[in-house]
């Protein structure tokens, strides 16, 4: 039977939980997974109660609680990690920009067939996107990560085509500056819809986050679409 003590420990309250994912990033210990879009606590021991995640929510989800649980133990948190970075298709926090990973292909194409872009607009970085410009206007708007384009092969022909294009990476790029800007575009420019086009990792999970919360804050009634792409280069939803 596994001893239990009173100490401090993570709590998820499922029903503010939006799947956004940032939490996992944020926990270095591994405590955390996403499991049918909502942040799960994969075991007391590997919970330091230090809430060093609590900060990343950002709809209050997480919070300290004082209860019975098991005891934090480093080193199952050690073995923990090393079978997540050395299990197949098991990737640390469900990024697969942590780990090395490459794809057996059933076939490989024996030739490069050329096709036409169908980038109608430049820039296409959401930073450097002014919200005035003339090709937001009566947009379609495509709001994609930007690893997208390199997993799904037909980027162009079935997504991009007849749309404005903005580029972002809720991970890497500074989430509060992209937020004002897209509500700036979405407020200003007069678009007719918005399709939101991520990768299926938890971290990219951010950018439909961001777009709600930029037509929310903009106050526009519009259309709103949400596409994941898989690793692999398949349409997931």
Not at 127 to 137: D, G, I, K, R, S
Request: charge should be negative.
């Amino acid at each position: 039977m596994k001893t239990k003590v009173q100490r401090k420990i993570i709590r998820i309250d499922e029903a503010k939980c939006n799947g956004c994912g940032l939490c996992i990033i944020a926990c270095a210990e591994g405590a955390l997974e996403l499991r049918d879009g909502k942040a799960k606590l994969v075991s007391e021991k590997y919970c330091d109660g230090l809430a060093a995640c609590i900060g990343e929510c950002p709809e209050g989800a997480l919070t300290i609680s004082e209860r019975e649980a098991e005891e934090f133990d480093e080193a199952a948190v050690e073995h923990h990690l090393h079978e997540k970075e050395h299990a197949e298709e098991k990737l640390p926090c469900g990024c697969p920009s942590v780990t090395v990973t490459r794809f057996e292909r059933a076939e490989e194409p024996s030739t490069c067939v050329q096709q036409k872009s169908t980038l109608g607009q430049w820039p296409v970085q959401l930073a450097l996107v002014p919200p005035h410009a003339p090709y937001l206007n009566q947009a379609d708007l495509l709001l994609s990560a930007d690893c997208v384009p390199y997993a799904y092969a037909g980027f162009h022909q079935d997504f991009l085509c007849n749309h404005a294009l903005l580029v972002a990476c809720p991970k890497l790029d500074d989430f509060e500056a992209h937020l004002e800007k897209l509500t700036d575009v979405l407020s200003q420019a007069q678009v007719k819809s918005l399709t939101v086009l991520r990768m299926e990792v938890p971290c990219c999970s951010g950018l439909s986050f961001m777009a709600k919360k930029a037509l929310a804050a903009s106050g526009k009634d519009i259309p709103f679409k949400e596409v994941v792409i898989g690793i692999r280069g398949e349409t997931k939803e």
